[in-house]
C-alpha cells in the first residue's frame, strides 16, 4: 500500500486547524490537523458523495 497524499482544505486558513484528506479510487480519508492521535476517518467515494450533497443541500435550505 503507497502512502497517502494529503491535500489541505482550501477554506484553512495559516494556523488553524484544517482538514486533510488524502483520495484513491476505493478510499476517501479524512484527517483534522488538530488532532494530537492523527486518527484517520476512512470512507468510501460513494458515503463521502452523499455526506457532499446532504451537505449543501441543508446549506441550500438554510
Avoid: N
Avoid at 484544517?18 to 484527517?31: E, F, G, Q
Amino acid at each position: 500500500m503507497s502512502t497517502p497524499h494529503w491535500q489541505k482544505s482550501s477554506y484553512c486558513q495559516e494556523g488553524e486547524a484544517c482538514v486533510h484528506i488524502s483520495a484513491d479510487p476505493t478510499t476517501i480519508r479524512l484527517i483534522e490537523s488538530a488532532d494530537p492521535t492523527r486518527t484517520t476517518l476512512d470512507t468510501t467515494p460513494t458515503a463521502f458523495g452523499a455526506l457532499l450533497r446532504s451537505l449543501k443541500e441543508r446549506r441550500r435550505r438554510d
